[in-house]
Nanobody, 118 residues
Framework: QVQLVESGGGLVQAGGSLRLSCAAS????????MGWYRQAPGKQRELVAT???????NYADSVKGRFTISRDNAKNTVYLQMISLKYEDTAVYYC????????????WGQGTQVTVSS
């Protein structure tokens, strides 16, 4: 029903920048939260940032001040602008969508690799 397709990952030097994009398609509720999670090898998946349909944002402490999440509802697309990247940011980044009304259906993208070299 719903597909989330991420793009924009790649290899960057520490201190560099990347912008990730996630385009949603299919049938989903407009009242939703979209966001980014990441998972490094051997680690559990963790929240990076979220944004609601009306623009409210939340960030993990580890990325606050460096990453900015935004969305374009007309394009059903969410973005993650990442600056001052650190080696610790290396992970597969997954786009996520959660409908707010019950049963709070959730969807995941396939992931995009971000690798930061030191």
């Amino acid at each position: 029903q719903v597909q989330l397709v991420e793009s924009g990952g790649g290899l960057v030097q520490a201190g560099g920048s990347l912008r990730l994009s996630c385009a949603a398609s299919g049938s989903f509720l407009r009242l939703n939260v979209m966001g980014w999670y990441r998972q490094a090898p051997g680690k559990q998946r963790e929240l990076v940032a979220t944004i609601t349909h009306d623009g409210s944002t939340n960030y993990a402490d580890s990325v606050k001040g460096r990453f900015t999440i935004s969305r374009d509802n007309a394009k059903n697309t969410v973005y993650l602008q990442m600056i001052s990247l650190k080696y610790e940011d290396t992970a597969v980044y997954y786009c996520h969508l959660r409908a707010i009304p019950p049963p709070s259906l959730t969807y995941w993208g396939q992931g995009t690799q971000v690798t930061v070299s030191s």
